[in-house]
């Protein structure tokens, strides 16, 4: 069974920074892919990175690009993602999920497995 774990959340100040860690287990799969998203209230979950185990291919939506890096560590099976120059507007719970299908994707339902979440504030 894939259990994901996520931490790092928290409060921080417009401007400042996080860093968000997926630790990884169970999985039957050499190749997957690991994706962070994040759901504001009353709004729908949004794909936010994406990293491939196998070939490191990582994606980034717009609103976060140049802002977040999304970086893995394949011994510690754990994915991170730093997160720079924090808005308001990324206030949300992130979910890093598990696809098995063996390319970088930020399509929800291309993932299986799902993290409990955990709260990112950003106060402005």
């Known amino acids: 069974e894939v259990q994901l774990v996520e931490s790092g959340g928290g409060l921080v100040q417009a401007g400042g920074s996080l860093r968000l860690s997926c630790a990884a287990s169970?999985?039957?799969?050499?190749?997957?892919?690991i994706g962070w998203f994040r759901q504001a209230p009353g709004k729908e979950r949004e794909g936010v990175s994406c990293?491939?185990?196998?070939?490191?291919?990582?994606y980034y939506s717009d609103s976060v690009k140049g802002r977040f890096t999304i970086s893995r560590d394949n011994v510690k099976n754990t994915v991170y993602l730093q997160m720079n120059g924090l808005k308001p507007e990324d206030t949300a719970v992130y979910y890093c999920?598990?696809?098995?299908?063996?390319?970088?994707?930020?399509?929800?339902?291309?993932?299986?497995?799902w993290g409990q979440g955990t709260q990112v504030t950003v106060s402005s």
């Open positions: 990293i491939s185990n196998s070939d490191g291919t990582r």
């Open positions: 169970g999985f039957i799969s050499s190749h997957y892919v």
């Open positions: 999920a598990v696809s098995i299908l063996g390319f970088a994707t930020l399509i929800e339902e291309d993932f299986d497995g």
